[in-house]
């Protein structure tokens, strides 16, 4: 037995641990033990923890410090005094294939297979980097998120686990038309059978376009588009699957249509009214509020493009109370930060997550939104929380993120399926 505040009598070389680069190297320690840490673990915190991590990159056991076991002195060790350790964060919504330029409309015109695969590749890993060891990709080019996910899966390049929903399902003109990365169908039956379609393709998600948008011009964000029909019909196929749908949706009658037809989550939710938050609350709907995509157009106004900064602006007030009221009213949320529009960066979950405490949400409630509820959502029941059996998506800190958020800005080091990505000097 190990007295509080001790580590375990196992090689000290915590710093290299951290430093090397597992994720190109394939190389794992036989375990990892971090001694004596803080541990969020998805849903709460608790001081003077022991995690060990086996050389199968899963978490084999977490508990009180002292009590740790013999195999924790077999392996390399992390000091984790005075420092908290959290799952690997969660970004629902991304698009990796875009850099976040000033014109996202001219890039993704632009866009080809072979860049779109290069760019999805090297964004997955600054999500890495920063702490996201998960992404879900709401919208590329064909197929190619999914196959540079496979391609991360299989060690061929390193970046963020990759959960890729293909092409988004928008109506004949409505937001995203102009761009590769929605397919334009309109009625139930063909809606369906574009759902089967993208799952052929490799989706593992279902992104339906339920309300026009801010970076397409010509239409209004508010816009319904998708029929109640046409979207209970995507999610029935897509359920039937066991692929979860994710709803664009920015206007109330959009939220609404969506939610009533089963969708797992909204992105944006802009126009959250009371009748929509107590829809979302009954039906256990998920709400991602991309506040960095609203961010990046406004405070960037003078070279955005005109047309999106002033539906943006327009909106920024209603997002903002509709993020509260949905917190007041117990709405589940989840992390998304729609990374790669005008400004908004990969790998900028962090600062999605400051915004939310910013505009409303507790520390706490922001964290499990990051990691246990986006895990739920995605339907991914081995990462989100550390415990015993769970893959070791893990990330150090020298503060608590859970109790002072800022400090989720600044990660020590990252472990992807036990294997170190990075640590800070």
């Known amino acids: 037995m190990m007295r509080a505040g001790e580590p375990p009598a196992c090689r000290k070389d915590g710093e290299d641990v951290g430093h090397r680069s597992g994720t190109e190297s394939g190389d794992r320690s036989v375990t990892t033990?971090?001694?004596?840490?803080?541990?969020?673990?998805?849903r709460t915190t608790k001081a003077k923890r022991g995690v060990l991590v086996g050389d199968d990159g899963k978490i084999s056991w977490v508990g009180p410090h002292a009590r740790?076991?013999?195999?924790?002195?077999g392996g390399a060790s992390v000091d984790g005094?005075?420092?908290?350790?959290?799952?690997g964060l969660i970004d629902c919504h991304v698009h990796l294939q875009f850099d976040g330029d000033a014109d996202f409309e001219a890039e993704g015109r632009s866009l080809t297979p072979t860049m779109g695969a290069l760019k999805a590749a090297r964004n997955a890993r600054r999500h890495l980097e920063r702490g996201v060891t998960t992404v879900r990709d709401l919208g590329g080019i064909d197929a190619v998120s999914a196959e540079v996910g496979a391609a991360i899966d299989a060690g061929i390049v390193p970046g963020a686990r990759v959960l890729a929903a293909g092409r988004a399902l928008t109506v004949t003109g409505g937001?995203?038309?102009n761009i590769a990365?929605?397919?334009?169908?309109?009625?139930?039956?063909a809606v369906r059978a574009a759902v089967r379609e993208e799952i052929r393709a490799g989706a593992r998600a279902i992104k339906v376009i339920a309300t026009g948008g801010v970076l397409t011009p010509g239409i209004g964000a508010t816009f319904s588009a998708y029929t109640p029909e046409e979207l209970a019909a995507a999610v029935d196929e897509a359920h039937r699957w066991g692929r979860g749908v994710a709803a664009h949706a920015i206007g109330t009658e959009g939220i609404l249509n969506a939610v009533r037809a089963g969708v797992d989550s909204v992105?944006?939710?802009?126009?959250?009214?009371?009748?929509?938050v107590r829809e979302m609350k009954a039906r256990g709907t998920f709400r991602s509020p991309t506040i960095c995509a609203i961010r990046g157009i406004i405070d960037h106004a003078d070279v955005v493009a005109a047309y999106a900064v002033e539906k943006a602006a327009a909106m920024e007030d209603a997002s903002r109370d509709s993020h509260r009221r949905a917190v007041r009213g117990g709405v589940r949320h989840v992390c998304g930060t729609d990374a790669g529009t005008p400004f908004n960066p990969h790998g900028n979950a962090p600062q999605e997550l400051v915004y939310m405490v910013e505009w409303g949400m507790t520390p706490l409630?922001?964290?499990r939104a990051a990691t246990a509820n986006g895990a739920e959502l995605l339907r991914l029941e081995d990462v989100g929380t550390i415990e015993a059996g769970k893959i070791a998506d893990l990330v150090l800190f020298d503060e608590n993120p859970a109790e002072d958020i800022v400090s989720v800005t600044r990660p020590r080091a990252v472990w992807k399926a036990g294997e170190p990505v990075g640590l800070r000097p």
Not at 181 to 189: C, H, K, M, P
């Open 33 to 42: 033990y971090l001694a004596n840490v803080t541990v969020f673990d998805g």
């Open 68 to 73: 740790a076991p013999r195999a924790a002195a």
């Open 81 to 87: 005094a005075h420092k908290t350790l959290t799952p």
């Open 175 to 177: 937001h995203g038309h």
């Open 181 to 189: 990365i929605a397919r334009q169908v309109d009625g139930a039956d």
């Open 267 to 276: 992105e944006h939710c802009n126009h959250a009214t009371a009748e929509v």
């Open 365 to 367: 409630a922001a964290m």
